[in-house]
T-cell receptor, first 113, second 111 residues
């Protein structure tokens, strides 16, 4: 079985401040982990992915995430928030192959000017 | 051809009716998955097709069915619509360790 838990359904940060969105996973095998972003009335866009290579993964738009096996975490960070980062972010896990991907419940990021 | 295209973008149906949603996947992507995203929720896996065969299904009743065609297009059919079927339906191609390419979704409203 696989699952992800996203802590905090809503996160607010000031423009220019650090963004930290939390994700913890559960998987019976070494997982593949993803972060997706969803803007209003749109589909999901892949931000970054962990596929067992480097534990620190860099994605688009300045985001990065670090895989920590000991903490079963895959938190998403960005050093300096921009107004355009306001969106909903989903953490997701795949336990291998072309199996289904399980998504978290999402975190809405608000960026305050 | 790049990207994933879904049609229609919005749809309103009456309870008890049937609906067909369509998806055109990126060329060369043999796997297509359908997800249901209710308002304020994360996407929930409905089913997955690989080379025109269903090879994975989530916790959805049989009135949710699908088809995949050789030209990388696919359909999601829902019979006997219920109010709780109101959601954004997302089609995603490929997947695996590369991650999905998602379409923009079809917003279905059941009244």
């Amino acid at each position: 079985a696989q699952s992800v838990t996203q802590l905090g359904s809503h996160v607010s940060v000031s423009e220019g401040a650090l963004v930290l969105l939390r994700c913890n996973y559960s998987s019976s095998v070494p997982p593949y982990l993803f972060w997706y972003v969803q803007y209003p009335n749109q589909g999901l866009q892949l931000l970054l992915k962990y596929t067992s290579a480097a534990t620190l993964v860099k994605g688009i738009n300045g985001f990065e995430a670090e895989f920590k096996k000991s903490e079963t975490s895959f938190h998403l960070t960005k050093p300096s928030a921009h107004m355009s980062d306001a969106a909903e972010y989903f953490c997701a896990v795949n336990s291998g192959g072309y199996q289904k991907v399980t998504f978290g419940t999402g975190t809405k990021l608000q960026v305050i000017p | 051809e790049t990207g994933v295209t879904q049609s229609p973008t919005h749809l309103i149906k009456t309870r008890g009716q049937q609906v067909t949603l369509r998806c055109s996947s990126q060329s060369g992507h043999n796997t297509v998955s359908w997800y249901q995203q209710a308002l304020g929720q994360g996407p929930q896996f409905i089913f997955q097709y690989y080379r025109e065969e269903e090879n994975g299904r989530g916790n959805f009743p049989p009135r949710f069915s699908g088809l995949q065609f050789p030209n990388y297009s696919s359909e999601l059919n829902v019979n006997a619509l219920e109010l709780d079927d109101s959601a954004l339906y997302l089609c995603a191609s490929n997947g695996g360790i590369e991650g999905y390419t998602f379409g923009s979704g079809t917003r279905l409203t059941v009244v």
